[in-house]
């Protein structure tokens, strides 16, 4: 099983790029993460709409064919970090990639959300889409420790 990460941004600041490598760094060989970074368009006249439908073209055309799909929306469903370990090793069980969306600044297209298995929402609050690479990662790295009975996870 493989871990994809597909978020729209390029170049985030050093520290965003340290805490994520950090947590990839500690999952073992058999849970690979990598990140895709997708180029956000330009905002010609400003239309949201237009640079949405775009994003969301290149997202999409990075997704996996079997891939399972989870997208990071501000309106989908809060799982605790035992939820996330149960379902990453529902996941590893049946052998299939998943793939984790992070839209641009205005959010993820519809049809992004659409193509989503689940739609996740990392908080109430209104993370930075850099943060969310960081904290994503860290809850990952979380759930897998959870899986194997690791004591990082104290709770």
């Not at 501000?74 to 035992?82: A, C, N, Q, Y």
Request: aromatic content about 6%; hydrophobic content about 45%.
């Amino acid at each position: 099983m493989k871990i994809r990460l597909i978020a729209v941004g390029q170049r985030p600041p050093a520290w965003v790029q340290e805490g994520y490598s950090d947590y990839v760094r500690r999952l073992p060989r058999d849970l690979p993460m990598e990140l895709t970074e997708i180029a956000a368009p330009g905002r010609r006249g400003g239309n949201v709409d237009q640079a949405r439908a775009a994003e969301a073209e290149r997202l999409l055309a990075a997704i996996g064919a079997g891939d399972w799909v989870v997208a990071l929306d501000e309106r989908g469903k809060t799982w605790s970090t035992l939820a996330l370990a149960e379902k990453l090793e529902n996941w590893r069980m049946h052998g299939r990639d998943v793939t984790f969306l992070i839209g641009g600044a205005d959010g993820l297209a519809p049809h992004c959300l659409e193509r989503a298995d689940h739609v996740l929402s990392l908080s109430a609050m209104t993370l930075p889409h850099a943060l969310v690479r960081v904290v994503l990662a860290e809850q990952i790295y979380r759930a897998w420790t959870i899986t194997i009975g690791h004591p990082y996870h104290r709770a």
